[in-house]
C-alpha cells in the first residue's frame, strides 16, 4: 500500500458520517403528489445550469408515480428543458424510499429524509449517498425561519449545506 492510499483512507475515516436513514413512518402517496419546486440542491451533472426547477409527481393507475421534471436553461427565460420519469416504492417495509427512473429500468433511490408532516409544504430528499441532496416546497419560496429549519434537520444529518445551490424561481 502506497503513501497515496495511506493518505486517502484517513481522509475517508475521518470525514463525517452521513445519515442517510430513512424514518420508517407512513407516508400518504397521494397527499405527495403535485407540484414540488426546488428550492435548493446539491450539483449534478443533469441539472446544472437549470433555473425555475420543479417536480411534478401523479399516481399511475397501477401505484407507480408519474414523475415530470422541468426547469430553464441559464435564466428563468431560458429553454426549458423536460424529463419524463416514473418512480415506486423500493421497500414495502418503507413507505419513505422511493426509487425512481428516467431511462429504462435503471433506477435510483429518492429518500424521503425528511418532510413538512402536517401539510406536507416542504421535503427534503436524499439518496442511499451524500453526494444528491434536494430541498423542495409547495411554493416558489420559503419562508427563511422553514428554510433555516430544513437546513439545519440537514446539517444534523452530516450534509454539508454550503454545497447547496439556490435555486432561483419565479414568483407567482
Known sequence: MNLTNIKTMIMFLLLPAIDTDVDNAPLDLKKYMGTWYEIAR???????SLTGVTAQ????EDGTVKVINSGYKDSLYGKKKTA??????????????LKVSFFLWFY???????????????????SSSDKYLWILSRTPQLPKNTLDHILHLAQKRG?????L??????TR
Not at 84 to 97: F, L, T, V, W
Open 165 to 170: 445551490i439556490m435555486v432561483e424561481q419565479k
Open 159 to 163: 450534509y454539508d449545506t454550503e454545497k
Open 42 to 48: 446539491y450539483d449534478h451533472w443533469f441539472e446544472r
Open 84 to 97: 419524463y420519469g416514473r418512480a415506486k416504492i423500493a421497500d414495502e417495509k418503507c413507505q419513505r424510499c
Open 57 to 60: 409527481y401523479s399516481l399511475n
Open 108 to 126: 435510483s433511490p429518492y429518500n424521503i429524509l425528511e418532510i413538512d408532516e402536517k401539510d406536507y409544504s416542504w421535503v427534503l430528499v436524499g
